[in-house]
């Protein structure tokens, strides 16, 4: 009995490491931009492991925080031309730090990004 709960702490242990892996390769991502991909193909491929876990809030968190960021950067690109873009793009960037900062946090105080209602 005493080994599975061993197994399952590890477990819980390599989940959260794997976490905290996507966020430092999302906060990566402002020197190397391809890290921001692989770090939402990361979340794609391990969403099943961490499925029903208080992780999968944070998976969700990390999921929404790229294709939004990738949402606004594009329509901060097209309006770039209108020079209003400019600041669509500022704004999005100061809005992906902020949730990296959030969620890594959370993380480290062993929380889930959303509250149960």
């Known amino acids: ?13 390599s989940q959260k490491t794997i976490t905290t892996i996507i966020y430092a390769l999302q906060a990566v991502s402002f020197l190397v931009g391809i890290t921001f991909i692989v770090a939402v193909v990361i979340n794609y491929v ?5 499925a029903g876990t208080w992780l999968e809030s944070h998976f969700r968190w990390q999921i929404r925080t790229f294709w939004f960021a ?7 690109l097209i309006g ?3 020079l209003i873009g400019y600041f669509l793009l500022i ?4 809005w992906v730090i902020y949730r990296i900062v959030k969620g890594w946090l ?3 105080d062993g929380k889930e990004m959303y509250t149960k209602a």
């Open 1 to 13: 009995m005493t080994e599975e709960a061993g197994t399952s702490t590890e477990n819980d242990n």
């Open 106 to 108: 959370r993380l480290n």
């Open 70 to 76: 990738l949402l606004w950067s594009f329509i901060g």
């Open 80 to 82: 770039a031309f209108f």
């Open 46 to 50: 391990k969403k099943s492991d961490i």
């Open 91 to 94: 704004a999005n960037a100061i």
